[in-house]
């Protein structure tokens, strides 16, 4: 446990005088521990923590309803507008569609009131049918499907527990969806983890075939302790190839998460995704026996560094504020390395995603592991994104004289 006291203790003493985390508006709970596929890289079951096969399959019935009760609390006690329940697992839909009902029924119920409550879930699609897409709308559930780009590369890393590739089950799952959240005024969102072996092209191509509008990708989980087995100018070649084919499709209806959120930073913005910008938000992580953890992707950090000592059965949501992992994790901005603090850019990558930042020797008091490549990708927004407002001024005062 000598990472996880190296960790906490690295800052404790900064926690004191910090700003406060704002309030839990994001609750990811851990429906099911268990998954009906085996991705190599995955951060619940392959890689530092397995702290997954201590606690229930799938989350109990006084757990869920303890959790709504504190999720009640805490969204009357701040006056919240609006929160997302974001089921996940594993693999939500193990639990299956009663279970699944059940769940929906009792949030829906239970946080009636002046709180909107946006139901959402991550799901690998695989288990996908008409009947899912049904009690998807019946509870107004929004769905995110997770594919890792074309069949040959989907498949060397999303296998099943035979080792067999998962795409076309996947991209099965996800049409049917398409199908039936077009009736429902939206789409199913896509979910990637950024792969450089992926030519930018072919990645480019199957989000387009596939006539995805919401997609985002994620860096892989590794550490300064487990650096990324590539070449990191590989990582910065990629994103820069995919952002030039995104910003030059210049079609509105695709929606790239990733790197929208880092030109809104470049812009201003003082709201951020969790994985870059660094900008406080309100997320907690519930797993299945009703443990309040922090960011579930640090169990690819060190076993027990999720924990903070806290559940939804006997703890309000409150106490897990003031813990030190947790407040690191909803302000990374507010505890940069001196190097990060330093970097030119350091509002808009905020020192990268906490998990990347992690080292036994000095906790999360390092840049991340993906460095080189966030001042590339983002060096590269910035001067396509001066480049357009210079365009679009120059095209206002050719219009301005044109009037006088």
Same mark, same amino acid.
Request: hydrophobic share 40%; with cysteine; aromatic share 8%.
């Given at each position: ?66 959790? =709504? ?30 279970? =699944? ?12 009131? *002046? ?10 699609? $695989? ?7 049904? $009690? ?10 997770? $594919? ?82 590539? *070449? ?18 210049? *079609? ?10 880092? =030109? ?89 995603? $906490? ?22 990708? =983002? ?17 206002? *005062? ?7």
């Amino acid at each position: 446990m000598l990472g996880v006291d190296v960790a906490v203790k690295t800052f404790r003493d900064a926690c004191t005088t910090a700003p406060v985390v704002p309030p839990i508006s994001v609750f990811i709970v851990k429906l099911a521990e268990l998954c009906n596929i085996n991705c190599r890289y995955c951060y619940m079951y392959n890689l530092k923590d397995v702290s997954y096969l201590n606690r229930p399959k799938v989350m109990a019935a006084r757990t869920r309803d303890a959790l =709504i009760a504190r999720i009640r609390e805490h969204a009357q006690e701040h006056k919240l507008a609006r929160i997302t329940l974001m089921l996940h697992g594993g693999e939500p839909l193990l639990a299956g569609k009663a279970y =699944i009902e059940g769940w929906a029924a009792a949030a829906r119920s239970g946080l009636a009131g *002046d709180t909107e409550v946006l139901l959402a879930m991550q799901t690998n699609g $695989i288990l996908i049918d008409d009947e899912w897409c049904e $009690i998807f709308g019946r509870h107004d559930i929004r769905l995110g499907v997770s $594919i890792d780009g074309p069949r040959a590369y989907n498949d060397k890393y999303r296998v099943d527990h035979r080792g067999a590739g998962t795409f076309d089950l996947a991209v099965a799952g996800y049409r049917r969806l398409m199908r039936i959240e077009a009736g429902r005024g939206h789409k199913p969102a896509l979910l990637s983890v950024a792969n450089p072996e992926i030519p930018p092209r072919e990645m480019w191509n199957l989000w387009r075939s596939l006539e995805a509008r919401f997609v985002d990708f994620l860096l892989p989980h590794y550490t300064h302790d487990d650096p990324p087995p590539f *070449d990191l100018r590989l990582l910065s070649d990629w994103m820069i190839a995919l952002f030039d084919l995104w910003w030059e499709h210049d *079609d509105p209806e695709i929606e790239v998460r990733y790197f929208r959120n880092i =030109i809104n930073l470049i812009l201003g913005s003082t709201f951020s995704m969790d994985y870059l910008g660094g900008k406080p938000t309100g997320i907690v992580v519930i797993e299945s026996d009703g443990a309040v953890t922090g960011y579930d992707t640090l169990r690819a950090c060190e076993e027990g560094l999720i924990e903070l000592g806290f559940n939804v059965r006997e703890n309000s949501l409150e106490s897990a504020r003031t813990h030190p992992i947790f407040r690191l994790c909803n302000h990374p901005g507010a505890f940069l390395s001196p190097t990060c603090a330093r970097c030119r850019v350091r509002d808009v990558c905020g020192g990268g995603f $906490i998990t990347h930042r992690y080292s036994r020797e000095r906790g999360f008091n390092n840049p991340s592991v993906y460095c080189d490549s966030l001042l590339a990708i =983002i060096s590269h927004i910035e001067r396509r994104v001066a480049a357009e407002l210079r365009q679009a001024e120059m095209a206002a *005062d050719c219009i301005a004289l044109s009037r006088r």
